[in-house]
């Protein structure tokens, strides 16, 4: 315990810094991230809209002296009022009368009916009183083509199978969660009548199974710096709709310096797009570097529950709501002495999503977590806790947000930001860190960490197209200002600021692979690893499945 002892009490910022090094929690939090269905925000298909049906007896009308709307229709007459105005007072032949028709469903059609549709029978004219017949556009069935898929019928069903006409929000609705169900996508949807029934047809494409890998070298000088990374998702296992999904992680050229894996089973619940899911992950931790001579081993175990529902969802704004219960336990050992354990039980409320905003894309989550008071959670004081002043029993508030915006074709301008507000100081599995790959990518993940902080980041982004067809498909340029102040309460530890900027490149390559290369230069303080202002060179190559 000497080396223990000798390290804490000379340098305890440093100590800090390199046993959250240690940490698999912390580590993991900088590996890519899988998309979970409802994250992505889909497009939805051009659906095609029924011609206004005409069966009037031919020749020109008597002098139309007013004009009825009935039917199946929700409107009021008051709505058709000025696209009737110029057919009153006149005799209508059948060309007119095609028109009239064509209105009245146009009426129908721009207060949010989309499949609406009028017509006009031969009729005896009493009065001069002419009869148009309205059908806002009733689904009496939905049929799924291409592929089978349960929960889209479910859900298709319930959502437009209503015995009243599908207003425009719903449609959107409906097809947007069908292209969230885990590997479904949406071709083309196209209404249609039979026999006077209404039927939507669904053009879906199914992928049972997919597949990602990733190489690296944002690791650090102890663990890493070159990281291997695998997400695979196989879906359809117990039911429609369900996934099970794997990441798994290492150094490969020293395994024992760091492994992780995590695996996540979601499946929908009902038929409006919920998502119930159960996810548990083991990391293991043995770093190098400047952590070998004193042999530290960190191991996290992890255990979530979760359920997520769309509360808004359309092409010009979505948004998710999800509840997650978390329980972790971080352990480290030095020489085979017990240096830290960590318990947590966490309860996390967020709400995510996209909208239009300014001309560009916001896109954005905000969360309140609440470390609960359960029995066997790490208290303050302790005695083997990575905080001194830490405590399982919390509340943070944190947000995250992007905001995209096309300045001139190709110019794009990403602005991100991050955040946390803690009710109290926090175990390290809960601070927020700077420097990594998202803000401050002249520097290694967690370089600084705190319970306060927040991040920010302004990248422009030049896409050159196809640069070398068959070589390089696609080429984006890039540079970014990046950064970020973060501290503690009680004027703990680990807390500071950075501040970097740099250029890269990202580019789609032959074979399906994906590549990017950046160097990033620390601006306001050292790095940890080079104890200097030295630039760093990232590089990634990743491919999909």
């Known amino acids: ?32 991230r899988a998309v979970h269905p409802g994250e992505a925000t889909a497009a939805i298909p051009t659906v095609e809209t029924p011609t206004p049906r005409i069966g009037a007896a031919d020749g020109p009308t008597g002098v139309v002296a007013a004009i009825t709307v009935g039917g199946r229709t929700q409107l009021p007459s008051s709505a058709f009022a000025a696209a009737l105005t110029d057919y009153v007072g006149r005799q209508l032949g059948r060309d007119d009368l095609a028109r009239l028709a064509g209105a009245v469903a146009g009426v129908a059609r721009g207060n949010g009916y989309p499949f609406a549709s009028a017509s006009i029978e031969a009729q005896p004219m009493r009065n001069g009183v002419l009869r148009v017949t309205l059908d806002d556009g009733r689904v009496d069935a939905v049929r ?11 859900l ?14 719903e449609l959107e609705r409906a097809i ?24 939507l047809l669904v053009t879906i494409v199914q992928d049972r199974g997919s597949a990602y890998v990733q190489l690296d070298n944002r690791g650090s000088r102890e663990v890493g710096p070159v990281r291997s990374t695998m997400l695979a998702s196989l879906r359809g296992l117990a039911g429609s709709g369900d996934e099970l999904s794997l990441i798994a992680a290492q150094t490969p050229f020293d395994p024992s310096e760091f492994a992780f894996v995590r695996g996540r089973y979601a499946a929908p619940v009902g038929a409006d797009g919920a998502v119930l899911s159960a996810s548990a992950s083991y990391g293991r931790s043995h770093p190098g570097a400047s952590l070998a001579v004193l042999d530290v081993i960190g191991k996290s175990v992890d255990l979530a529950a979760a ?37 947590l039980a966490t309860l996390t409320g967020s709400l995510n999503g996209a909208t239009a905003l300014g001309g560009g894309i916001l896109r954005g989550e905000t969360s309140i977590t609440g470390g609960l008071p359960l029995s066997g959670v790490s208290h303050e004081g302790d005695a083997r806790i990575s905080r001194r002043d830490g405590d399982a029993r919390f509340a943070t508030i944190g947000y995250t947000v992007e905001w995209v915006l096309t300045l001139a074709r190709p110019i794009t301008l990403v602005l991100g930001s991050s955040g946390q507000l803690a009710s109290r ?30 991040l920010g980041s302004v990248e422009l982004r030049g896409d050159l197209g196809r640069v070398a067809p068959g070589a390089i498909e696609r080429a984006q340029v890039y540079a970014f200002v990046d950064g970020g102040h973060v501290s503690n309460w009680r004027h703990g530890i680990g807390g500071g600021s950075l501040l970097s900027s740099g250029a890269g490149v990202r580019a789609g390559l032959f074979a399906r692979l994906d590549g990017m290369i950046e160097i990033a230069l620390p601006l306001n303080a050292d790095r940890f690893d080079t104890r200097n202002r030295r630039p760093r060179l990232s590089v990634r190559l990743s491919r999909s499945f």
Request: glycine share 12%; with cysteine; hydrophobic share 40%.
């Open 307 to 343: 359920y997520a529902r769309p509360l808004v969802r359309s092409r010009a704004r979505s948004l998710w709501g999800t509840l997650e219960f978390r329980a972790i336990q971080i352990r480290q050992t030095l020489s085979g002495l017990l240096l830290r354990d960590d318990r």
């Open 176 to 199: 947007l969660l069908v292209g969230d169900i885990a590997g479904v996508r949406v071709k083309d949807s196209r209404y249609t009548r039979q026999d006077g029934f209404g039927i």
């Open 425 to 454: 100081p926090v175990l390290a599995t809960a601070e927020i860190g700077a420097g990594g790959p998202a803000f401050g990518r002249g520097y290694d993940y967690a370089e600084r960490t705190g319970d306060n902080g927040i």
């Open 156 to 169: 298709l069903t319930r959502a437009l199978v209503t015995g009243r006409g599908v207003r425009r929000a």
């Open 144 to 154: 799924v083509i291409g592929a089978t898929n349960p929960a889209a019928d479910r």
């Open 1 to 32: 315990m000497t080396a223990t002892l000798g390290i804490s009490c000379t340098v305890p910022a440093l100590a800090q810094v390199r046993l959250d090094r240690a940490d698999p929690s912390i580590t993991e939090q900088a590996l890519p």
